[in-house]
């Protein structure tokens, strides 16, 4: 049963003037008027288009929930300009431009549901005299990418799915992927692992470090770091001054993945930019954020507990994406990262096993190719447009080979010399 006090609430945080503000030298920016919910003011749901037009646009949606659409991404839309692709993103409803209805107040709780974000992006389309387009999710937007398919198929010409999230039932794999790499066997990672646990480490903070530690630059990264953390540890068990598992009071590489990763206590909130405390309902009631322990450590249903009761509980899913894919009847792209912990390759193989018309392709990345390496989602996407996506196995290699541009692209060269000066200069 849905937590009805969470239903009525209007999120933690106020609407902001910055994200209209920021968004008024954004070129292409419209709205078109959409119903919250059935008892609720109507809101203007915002979206951008850019680059040549186009008879069947592409659609990107982001990741999430939670992520904006309109300013993060004024980058990646120049340079698919550039390629002449034209592009629709739309502003999620609860998020930046998207947030508040006519009234000026933020969104309530019971007005982010997927059915509603899916018919959102139908209304956007249709307002934009759009009959086919190509669409395109990464991590929570392919949820919605897919969705959208199932509920609009006539609307979709092809599909690119990166880091294709498509059921609460991932989360098996997902644990045992994790515990694969970081809790079994007879590796150095698995010992400084363990020996972490052992010392009192939050298996919650723990594994998000792990992870985006994995993610951003694999073994190279990890491992050093981990070698470095224990090193701390130790020391600091000797001396005596805090505990072992401890890290504030130091400016460290770790400190920073913390602080990077920890949304359950620090929720971030950037307005425009992420915004969580309102599409959050839709991650917990529809997706099932919420914790679900196995009992064993490193358990990733644990990663937003801490705000859990901020939020309706898991009501079911939307859809039966697994059952809708055979159903897919257009061209599908499938890419997905190699160190991709969050949403495993047996997802995107699963997916390629279903739908009739799929290309698997996978990336020496981690999660989500938009946020991480752009312009191989770009190439991808270019290809797919062109009818040309078989190639793109092939040509992996040199997806692999193009500059890295993202959001977070530079993160892995800063955290690996971080590392390295902070091994030099330990005692």
Known sequence: MANTKSEAGRGTHAPSALPRLLAASVRGVRRVRRPATPTAPAFDLAYVRSGPRSAVPIVVIPGGPGLGSVLPYRRFRRR??????????????????????????????????????????????EREGVHRAYISGSSYGSYVAAAFGARHPGLVAGMLLDSALQSVADRDAERAMIRELFLDGDTRITASVRELLDDGSDP????????????????????????????????TDRSGHRPRHDSRGHAS??????????????????????????????????????????GSALDPSLTYAA??????????????????????????????????????????????????????????????????????????????????????????????ALP????????????????RWEAALRP
């Open 80 to 125: 698919a300009a550039a390629l002449g692709l034209d592009i629709i993103m739309m502003e999620h409803r609860g998020v930046g431009l998207s947030r508040t209805d006519l009234e000026g107040r933020s969104l309530p709780l019971s007005a982010m549901r997927m059915v509603d974000v899916i018919d959102d992006l139908a209304a956007v389309l």
């Open 204 to 235: 919650r903070i723990l594994l998000g470090v792990l992870r985006a530690a994995y993610e951003l630059g694999g073994e190279g990264l990890l491992e050093p770091l981990l070698r470095q953390r224990v090193h701390d540890a130790r020391r």
């Open 253 to 294: 590489v770790w400190a920073a993945l913390e602080a990077y990763v920890d949304k359950a206590e620090s929720e971030a909130h950037v307005p425009g930019f992420y915004e969580f405390d309102l599409v959050g309902a839709i991650a917990f009631r529809e997706l099932g954020f919420g914790p679900d322990p196995d």
């Open 307 to 400: 705000v859990a009761d901020r939020f309706p509980r898991f009501a079911g899913e939307p859809f039966d994406l697994p059952a809708a894919a055979a159903g897919f009847d257009w061209p599908i792209v499938l890419l997905t990262g190699s160190r991709d912990l969050r949403t495993p390759a047996a997802v995107a193989r699963r997916v390629a096993a279903a739908a009739p018309d799929t290309v698997l392709v996978e990336i020496d990345n981690g999660h989500s190719a938009l946020e991480s390496h752009p312009l191989a989602l770009l190439h991808a996407l270019q290809r797919l447009s062109r009818g040309e996506q078989r190639r793109l196995p092939a040509e992996s290699a040199m997806m692999n």
């Open 404 to 419: 890295r541009r993202g959001l977070v692209a530079g993160l892995p060269r800063l955290l690996t010399t971080g590392t």
